[in-house]
């Protein structure tokens, strides 16, 4: 107890009562002091906190600021990115609104051309609807076909093709209803030594072996008969208006067949043109008779009128009876023609 009585005997400090008051007064200015440096102290330390939020806040704001800036950044390139993929794109739309009005332009064309078109169609239409129109036309065919076939009934009664005398059963036969779909049936015992033209048969082994004991009359007899058949063959022809392939020139007994058919001969001038053949187009002429002639030739140009019959025959839709019937063939195309079925085609 004496070492805290003598402590505190130190610090008591001794007040007169003289100066009480003026202490008193003091420790209350002291007291009011502290307490203004404490109000101070606070105030100053919510400012301090609100500049302290302040701060955070705006450090909050620029960091916000810089996040935004880039993105502003990236978006600035993303846009520009895409302007220069618009810009291509407008190119490429130009481009193809150019391709676009050519193709308008060329479908306006193609409209004009079809509208034309469609006018001719129709005027076509009516014309052959009309009083000039398709029937006209199927009848003045008709007509035709009726001028034709009286006109080739008149070289039927020139040069008659019959069947000679003791054949006419063997005739019948040759010639069935359905040759003119293209059925030949009974042509095999069918020969030219059955047939007659004008009374005239045509004789074929003396064209193909000629010999100093070949009877003489009938081989005049034959190269008439072959005169009458170049001349029916070359009136039928003209009649429908069909050019031979082998064209005659006729004289009678002594008519001839032409072959245009090339025949190659070389040339000089071959190693200069570096051509090895030349064409000569020169039609051959062959000999539809035998008096002084060769029987190779003169086969052969029976050969070439038996093709032209058979042109003809194709021409009307018959097919032929063989190479070697001349006066069949004739026949068949004068039976076809005269027919009634040949009006109607």
Same mark, same amino acid.
């Given at each position: 107890?004496?070492?805290?009585?003598?402590?505190?005997?130190?610090?008591?400090?001794?007040?007169?009562?003289?100066?009480?008051?003026?202490?008193?007064?003091?420790?209350?200015?002291?007291?009011? *002091?502290?307490?203004? *440096?404490?109000?101070?102290?606070? !105030?100053?330390?919510?400012?301090?906190? !609100?500049?302290?939020?302040?701060?955070?806040?705006?450090?909050?704001?620029?960091?916000?600021?810089?996040?935004?800036?880039?993105?502003?950044?990236?978006?600035?390139?993303? %846009?520009?990115?895409?302007?220069?993929?618009?810009?291509?794109?407008?190119?490429?739309?130009?481009?193809?609104?150019?391709?676009?009005?050519?193709?308008?332009?060329?479908?306006?064309?193609?409209? %004009?051309?079809? !509208?034309?078109?469609?006018?001719?169609?129709?005027? *076509?239409?009516?014309?052959?609807?009309?009083?000039?129109?398709?029937?006209?036309?199927?009848?003045?065919?008709?007509?035709?076909?009726?001028?034709? &076939?009286?006109?080739?009934? &008149?070289?039927?009664?020139?040069?008659?093709?019959?069947? !000679?005398?003791?054949?006419?059963?063997q005739e019948l036969e040759s010639f069935p209803s359905s040759s003119r779909a293209g059925n030949a049936v009974g042509s095999k015992s069918l020969n030219d030594g059955s047939l007659t033209i004008s009374g005239l048969q045509l004789n074929m082994l003396a064209f193909k072996k000629m010999s100093f004991f070949t009877d003489k009359k009938e081989v005049q007899r034959s190269a008439t008969a072959l005169g009458y058949v170049a001349h029916a063959v070359s009136l039928i022809a003209s009649y429908l208006e069909v050019p031979l392939r082998y064209p005659l020139r006729l004289g009678g007994s002594r008519s001839y067949i032409n072959d245009y058919a090339p025949s190659i001969e070389p040339t000089p001038t071959d190693s200069v043109s570096n051509s090895p053949l030349h064409t000569n187009l020169k039609p051959i002429e062959f000999p539809l008779f035998l008096e002084g002639q060769d029987t190779t030739r003169a086969a052969y140009a029976v050969f070439l009128l038996n093709k032209d019959l058979e042109q003809l025959l194709n021409f009307i839709g018959v097919k032929s009876l063989g190479p070697r019937h001349v006066l069949a063939n004739l026949k068949e195309l004068l039976r076809t023609i005269l027919s009634s079925g040949f009006i109607d085609t």
């Open positions: 107890m004496e070492p805290n009585q003598s402590l505190s005997s130190e610090n008591v400090k001794v007040i007169e009562w003289e100066d009480f008051e003026q202490e008193l007064a003091r420790l209350w200015s002291l007291s009011s *002091a502290l307490k203004e *440096a404490k109000e101070k102290k606070d !105030s100053l330390q919510e400012k301090l906190n !609100s500049l302290l939020q302040v701060k955070a806040e705006s450090l909050n704001r620029s960091n916000e600021l810089e996040e935004m800036q880039q993105r502003l950044d990236d978006r600035k390139f993303v %846009t520009g990115d895409m302007s220069m993929q618009s810009k291509i794109v407008e190119e490429d739309i130009k481009k193809k609104e150019e391709r676009l009005g050519l193709e308008v332009r060329s479908l306006l064309v193609a409209g %004009t051309a079809l !509208s034309v078109s469609r006018n001719r169609l129709r005027d *076509a239409n009516r014309l052959l609807s009309g009083e000039r129109g398709y029937v006209h036309l199927k009848n003045l065919e008709k007509m035709l076909r009726v001028r034709q &076939q009286h006109m080739i009934s &008149q070289v039927s009664f020139l040069y008659p093709v019959k069947p !000679s005398i003791g054949s006419l059963e």
